[in-house]
């Protein structure tokens, strides 16, 4: 039976015949030379990602059939026209079966990110392909893959528009306004995944007061408000985030005194915290980007978690995150129980949380669902 898996490694290759090089495209063949599929190849254990199975190489028209297939799900769900939103996850590389490629779509910019380079030496027919299934709505294409790219394949590649110029990077979600940097900013420029948990947010708010830990750009923060939160505090390291999340709060609730935001570091900010806040949002960057350092992240997710457990009010709702891919749902689960047994305080979960339709997961490769979130209600 075939398991479909996009990811051929290093170690199941038996015989390379001719010389191939990283990006080239390969077909991969069982020993009785039949085609399993065509992909791109890459030095690395990872030594072939597959993009079509099947004996039939892919033809001219490859990408822009792909694209249109992973626009037409995003448009099957009420993304592509509707009036409140227009940012969302186009291409979600495997998901869409295109491994390394990320495409989002802000406002009729597209910015695109490469983790591989045979997705990156056919960035002209993904851009073709683009325009065609975009259409008028195409605005601009940005290529930010300097820093994706597997760095030991030596290309060089800088960030840039493929196609247009647009300057203003501003987007609206559930009829919040953001402003986004796509040249500067983390990703590709917003947390798009969080949209339907930032919902989620909304409806828990009314009358709260709210800390949103890690807001970034202040996605979580302008939804508790939405939701008529009594009080927000926003907190995140950076001070370019705190700068943006101001930003974006004049966009949306002007002079709206509910608001705060802090520059601070997430474990100091939570030293004295005790019965300050009916609802807390964690939603930390990756803590594990690598399998070698899971058991000092879950070490770490189990003591953020504690820290928010021990000290929430009594009633309190608790939104914690994990976007690491190493973790696995259970491994996250663990790490908030032993949060919970930590604080010795009653913990029920409500919700577990997921990433959203725009970043679908292919059933073949179940690597790709990454985002893991618990909803909680703490006594
Ligand atoms: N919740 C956000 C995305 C969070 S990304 C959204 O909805 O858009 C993670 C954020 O954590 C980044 O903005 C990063 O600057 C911040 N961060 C990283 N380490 C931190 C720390 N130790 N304390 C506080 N913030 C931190």
Redesign the pocket.
């Given at each position: 039976m075939e398991r479909f898996h996009p990811w051929v490694f290093s170690g199941a290759i038996d015989r390379i015949d001719g010389a191939v090089e990283e990006g080239d495209l390969v077909s991969v063949q069982k020993s009785d030379g039949k085609i399993i599929g065509y992909g791109h190849c890459a030095i690395g254990s990872i030594a072939v990602r597959i993009f079509s199975f099947g004996e039939t190489a892919p033809g001219n028209d490859f990408w822009e059939h792909r694209i249109r297939q992973a626009y037409l799900l995003r448009s099957k769900m009420g993304l592509t026209d509707d009036p409140g939103t227009n940012v969302y996850r186009l291409v979600h590389g495997e998901g869409d079966g295109m491994p390394g490629l990320i495409a989002d779509y802000y406002n009729g910019t597209v910015v695109l990110q490469f983790h591989s380079v045979g997705m990156w030496l056919a960035r002209e027919a993904i851009v073709e392909a683009l325009k065609k299934v975009l259409g008028g709505k195409l605005v601009a294409v940005y290529d930010k893959s300097a820093k994706t790219l597997p760095f030991k394949a030596n290309i060089d590649a800088k960030d840039g528009y493929l196609y247009g110029n647009s300057l203003t990077g501003e987007v609206m979600e559930y009829g919040n306004r953001f402003k986004v940097d796509w040249l500067e900013g983390?990703k590709t420029g917003?947390?798009i995944d969080?949209r339907e948990n930032?919902r989620l947010l909304a409806g828990f708010s009314k009358g709260r007061t709210v800390l949103n830990?890690?807001?970034?750009?202040g996605?979580?923060s302008f939804a508790a408000m939405q939701g008529g939160a009594e009080l927000v505090h926003s907190?995140?390291?950076?001070a370019r985030?705190i700068a943006l999340t101001n930003e974006n709060v004049e966009l949306n609730f002007p002079g709206d005194s509910r608001h705060e935001a802090f520059v601070?570091?997430?474990?100091e900010f939570m030293q004295d915290i005790k019965d300050k806040y009916d609802v807390i949002v964690l939603?930390?960057?990756a803590f594990a980007k690598h399998r070698n350092v899971l058991a000092q992240a879950l070490q770490g997710y189990k003591r953020l978690n504690a820290k928010a457990i021990q000290q929430i009010r009594p009633g309190g709702i608790l939104f914690t995150f994990s976007c690491s891919q190493v973790v696995t749902r259970n491994n996250f689960r663990e790490a908030v129980f032993s949060a919970a047994a930590i604080a010795g305080r009653e913990v029920r979960i409500l919700h577990q949380l997921s990433q959203p339709v725009d970043h679908p997961v292919n059933i073949y490769h179940p690597e790709g669902e990454y985002l893991k979130g618990l909803v909680l209600y703490i006594e």
């Open positions: 983390q917003f947390f969080q930032r830990m890690f807001c970034y750009t996605g979580f907190v995140d390291s950076s985030a601070a570091d997430a474990f939603d930390p960057p």
